[in-house]
């Protein structure tokens, strides 16, 4: 089932890329072991972050598909690898749930720092009143049970877009939704123009 779940948040993000951001340069951090993501979508440049990502990943990763890819600890200072403005768009899909809340709040701060300005944060994460439906489907080894056992915050759409505000994102400049029937949060954040700011 998961490949399936993943196919739809990849479908979701997608329809969230405005067209004109896609010749610019395209953040997934949190990719899991291999990047089915940014391997799946059109971006002139493509980077992604995982610490699950192994040596010989990185290296198919960059020879093959021309993605630079890092292993490494998203919740720890990591994205300071990267200049300010340097992406028009990151994607945290199914991320925001395995990080602590303080975590996250770090992590989508340094990510508005990252973008250009109009540049777009896009996240999904189980919406909160799912966390014991999936328990039950780990138990059932429906979804990958060490994955849900790594679930630490557990967000309503509300939560999400009063995290978003509090990392920097203007609340007007932010869309908070759900799909499939309401089990999953999607935002979409743009970071302003410091000239409008």
Known sequence: MEPFLARQR???????????????RILDIGCGSWPGFVLATSFGQKCALDPALTDEAIRQLAQDHGIEAARLDIASAALSRY???????ITMLAVA???????LVSVLRDAATLLEDGGVLILTTPARWVDPILRGMARLHLVSPEEIEEHKTLLTPRDVRTLLEEAGFPREDAKVGTFEFGMNIYARATKRSQKTS
């Open 10 to 24: 990849y479908r979701i993000a997608n329809k969230l890329i405005r067209p004109e951001l896609r010749t610019g």
């Open 97 to 103: 749930e395995h990080l602590s809340q303080e975590d």
């Open 83 to 89: 200049p300010a403005g340097a992406f028009s768009v």
